[in-house]
């Protein structure tokens, strides 16, 4: 049988599974875990350990219509000022739970478009994020940027607060491909922002790129590859293309018809990774590149790659504080989200509230499994020898899962006394994989497929 036969009959192309950037799944969280729970988890952190803090924007002047972020679009700044109004009075909220001492060791703006921001709003959030949680001296700050939503202004202003890594969203070069997603970005001005942030002494540059896209074709998705490798990014995120208009109403402008089949997506992933490879990247768990010296390849050979919200991390800090609409905070007790609609965040801050609306109690055993699933994830090996050391007896709850995994997946896994690993062959599955290890699979919630 040909190997993507045989990926098919193994459920490739129709598994629905989440992409596990938590265990469990957003999906999962119940209205049971709120603010009550965030308050507590925030005063019980330990000030000796510094922690990592995600800031979303939930706004974008342009509304591609493939994205499936939440944002809302805006033509004018005054929503986007009232906001950070907001943000500060949570970020106060916050600093007057928090145990005095406690250091930020990381900050990602994420959104939406954090570059929406002018100059001098992008100086106050900057300022009350840093005064509400001082940085360690070593702290990293990350920007997600549309580049054609940024100038050299604002750039310098994020650089001057401290900005040394960035990330950029591409998705695709070709005009085509643009016009079908809704979004329009010249290579010349992506060029342009990209040499901008260099010369403002970014070291980190991420990349994202989308393969599964209407209109593309191996042509195409090669040239891409061609023209985002003479802007010698450091990282590059190819996500697969998740149509799930159900959730992410926009995407109803996407002409379903114009998708590459099933067949065509997992070719266009292969070629970019290919292409991604023999031009000396690294390859970073499921969707993910890294140039050799990169923190991201660093962290994959130490063994100290982890799952994040935006992907994969060599982020070491426990705990993210995820501050403003919809941003989900990870304690080491479990995991809180804030209130997703802008409207109804702004309400819970505005009354004195925490903005925390549903989440998750992590028990002892869904902590074993969440570590499961992100080694699967990370390593595309589960060590047995580190859960049976972490968590001792409970780890026996996995046993009924790997006989299932050999079972099923043959000579695509291997499983030995120290740990299931899944071969070169079988990565491609590596989601479906994962969940066999998952015990909280929501009813009701249809996820994007796994390839
Ligand atoms: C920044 C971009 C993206 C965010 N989510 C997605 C992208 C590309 C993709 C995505 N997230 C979910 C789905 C549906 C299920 C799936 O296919 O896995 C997709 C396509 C699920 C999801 N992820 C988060 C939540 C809260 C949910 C539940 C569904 C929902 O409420 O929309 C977490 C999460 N996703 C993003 C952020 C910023 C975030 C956490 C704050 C953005
Ligand atoms: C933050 C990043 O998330 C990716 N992104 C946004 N929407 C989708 C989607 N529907 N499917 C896959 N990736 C997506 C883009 O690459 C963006 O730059
Ligand atoms: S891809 Fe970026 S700019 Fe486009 S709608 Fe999504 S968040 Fe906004």
Redesign the pocket.
């Known amino acids: 049988m040909k190997q993507i036969d045989r990926l098919r009959a193994l459920g490739l192309f129709d598994s629905r599974v989440p992409r596990y950037t938590s265990y469990p799944t957003a999906p999962v969280f119940s209205t049971a875990v709120g603010a009550a729970f965030q308050k507590a988890q925030l005063a019980a952190l330990d000030p000796a350990v510094p922690v990592s803090v995600y800031i979303h924007i939930p706004f ?1 002047e ?3 219509w ?2 499936a ?1 939440r ?1 809302q679009g805006t033509q004018t700044l005054s929503p986007v000022e009232s906001y950070i109004g907001t943000v500060e009075k949570e970020l106060s909220l916050i600093a007057d739970i928090l145990p005095k001492g406690l250091r930020m060791g990381r900050l990602h703006w994420g ?3 954090p570059t929406i921001l002018p100059p001098a709003l992008i100086h106050r959030l900057a300022q009350s994020i840093k005064s509400a949680i001082p940085p360690t001296a070593d702290w990293e700050f990350s920007v ?1 940027i ?1 580049p054609t ?1 940024v100038d050299r202004d604002k750039i310098a202003a994020l650089a001057k607060e401290g900005m040394n890594r960035a990330s950029i ?1 591409i ?1 695709d070069f070709d005009p085509e491909v643009q016009t079908a997603i809704g ?1 329009i970005q010249p290579f010349d001005v992506t060029a342009a922002c990209v040499a901008d942030l260099r010369a403002a002494g970014i070291h980190s540059l991420n990349t994202d790129l989308v393969y599964g896209l209407p209109h593309q074709d191996a042509t195409r998705i090669a040239d891409t590859v061609d023209k985002v490798l003479t802007l010698a990014p450091d990282r590059v995120a190819l996500f697969g293309y998740a149509h799930v208009p159900w959730v992410a109403k926009r995407q109803k402008l996407i002409d379903d018809t114009a998708l590459p089949g099933d067949e065509t997506r997992y070719h266009l992933a292969e070629l970019a990774a290919k292409k991604l490879q023999s031009a000396g990247f690294a390859t970073i768990g499921i969707d993910h590149f890294a140039r050799p010296q990169d923190g991201l390849n660093l962290a994959r050979n130490s063994g100290h790659l982890r799952r994040n919200f935006q992907g994969y991390t060599d982020d070491h800090c426990p705990t993210l504080i995820g501050v403003g609409a919809s941003s989900i905070s990870r304690f080491d007790g479990g995991y809180v989200q804030n209130a997703a609609a802008t409207a109804a965040y702004i309400q819970r801050i505005e009354a004195g509230d925490l903005a925390g609306t549903r989440g998750h109690q992590l028990t002892p055993i869904d902590k074993m499994r969440a570590r499961a699933i992100e080694m699967l994830m990370c390593d595309f090996r589960l060590d047995r020898s580190e859960l049976q050391h972490r968590f001792g007896p409970q780890t026996q709850q996995l046993t009924a899962a790997l006989k299932a995994v050999t079972a099923t997946y043959g000579d695509l896994v291997t499983l030995t006394d120290d740990a299931l690993t899944i071969e070169p062959e079988g990565r491609a599955l590596t989601r479906i994989i994962a969940s066999a290890f998952d015990a909280h699979k929501p009813e009701g919630v249809r996820y994007s497929q796994a390839s």
């Open positions: 974008c342009r509304l591609c493939f994205c972020c944002t959104g939406g478009t997600e549309d939503m969203g998705q979004r």
